[in-house]
Nanobody, 129 residues
Framework: QLQLVESGGGLVQAGGSLKLSCEAS??????????LGWFRQAPGKERESVAA????????FYADSVKGRFTITRPGAKNLVYLQMTSLKPEDTAVYYC????????????????????WGQGTQVTVSS
């Protein structure tokens, strides 16, 4: 069973940066062609896709609200995925979740939460104004 654990959240002032990490265990991410994504959920709002990457790491997706500010990376054969967040805004405040989806076709990037099978516990990001 694939397990995901996020880290790196915290409190930061507007304009600051944070780097979220997600470490997988139980299975090799590259072994079953896992696509990876970062989602977030703010109080009173639905969970939304923030960024996603295909299993090989070459194709990415970003929500319009974070384009140019957030970067998703998955380094080589490591069971890790990162979300580098810069120029943070108060509206970025949310619980951020790492998620994985198996059986992704070459080049495919999945962006819907119901396409993802495995979820981390979430990490809180709070951006103060």
């Amino acid at each position: 069973q694939l397990q995901l654990v996020e880290s790196g959240g915290g409190l930061v002032q507007a304009g600051g940066s944070l780097k979220l990490s997600c470490e997988a265990s139980g299975r090799t991410l590259s072994g079953s062609r896992y696509g990876l994504g970062w989602f977030r959920q703010a109080p009173g709002k639905e969970r939304e896709s923030v960024a996603a990457v295909n299993w090989a790491g070459g194709n990415t997706f970003y929500a319009d609200s974070v384009k140019g500010r957030f970067t998703i990376t998955r380094p080589g054969a490591k069971n890790l995925v990162y979300l580098q967040m810069t120029s943070l805004k108060p509206e970025d405040t949310a619980v951020y979740y790492c998620a994985a989806t198996a059986g992704v076709r070459s080049g495919e990037v999945r962006t819907k939460s119901d396409e993802y099978n495995y979820w981390g516990q979430g990490t809180q990001v709070t951006v103060s104004s």
